[in-house]
């Protein structure tokens, strides 16, 4: 990747960006993302930029590792490829109102990935949230049972669900009684992306 000109770099990451946002990523089934990532190679603003500095045949490679793979935490507005996000989910802070209630604040010095956590202080508490969609909760629990073994803030993991999404009533419950298990306290919310 360090190859590849900045400017041109952050001009295809910005044209992917566009386009999956355009073609609702989320919404896409697996079979259509490998169509999408086959033509990416071929389009003049991606693979025909990417093909000046980098092979043909690394190209697929190169958007789905970085760009593809950052996609999620570019939509909560954190990591290295936030700012060109097109569309955004609710921040840490939307997300901590959401969650657990409008005078809870979240402290952006704290924020840390894999799974995506900070710190949000209540009137008279804090807590550490830990969010991430359902197919990450043995991330998410596995992360609030390390954060409880470290000490510190009480961990509070929060289920997001992109809207049009649905998680059944038996799946939100196996959740929490799992996380009950830990002893660690789990909530569900749903999350809508909006453009920026």
């Not at 901590?96 to 604040?105: E, F, M």
């Not at 209540?122 to 000490?151: C, Y």
């Not at 419950?173 to 660690?184: C, D, F, S, T, V």
């Amino acid at each position: 990747m360090s190859d590849i000109d900045e400017e041109i770099r952050r001009e295809v990451i910005a044209e992917i960006y566009r386009q999956v946002d355009d073609l609702d990523w989320d919404g896409m089934t697996l079979r259509a993302r490998a169509d999408w990532y086959v033509r990416c190679i071929d389009d003049p603003l991606i693979g025909g930029k990417l093909m000046r500095f980098i092979e043909r045949d690394r190209v697929r490679v190169w958007v789905k590792d970085g760009p593809i793979k950052e996609l999620p935490r570019a939509r909560h507005g954190i990591g290295p490829y936030a700012q060109f996000a097109v569309s955004r989910y609710p921040g840490m802070e939307q997300i901590a109102h959401q969650a657990i209630g409008p005078d809870w604040l979240a402290d952006p010095e704290t924020v840390d990935v894999k799974p995506n956590r900070c710190l949000v202080r209540g009137p008279e508490t804090k807590a550490l949230m830990i969010w991430g969609p359902a197919a990450k909760l043995a991330d998410l629990v596995w992360a609030a049972i390390n954060a409880r073994v470290d000490g510190g803030a009480e961990p509070l993991i929060v289920v997001t669900s992109p809207q049009g999404t649905r998680l059944s009533e038996g799946e939100k419950l196996r959740h929490r009684l799992l996380a009950k298990e830990a002893g660690i306290e789990l909530r569900h919310i749903t999350l809508r992306l909006a453009r920026v």
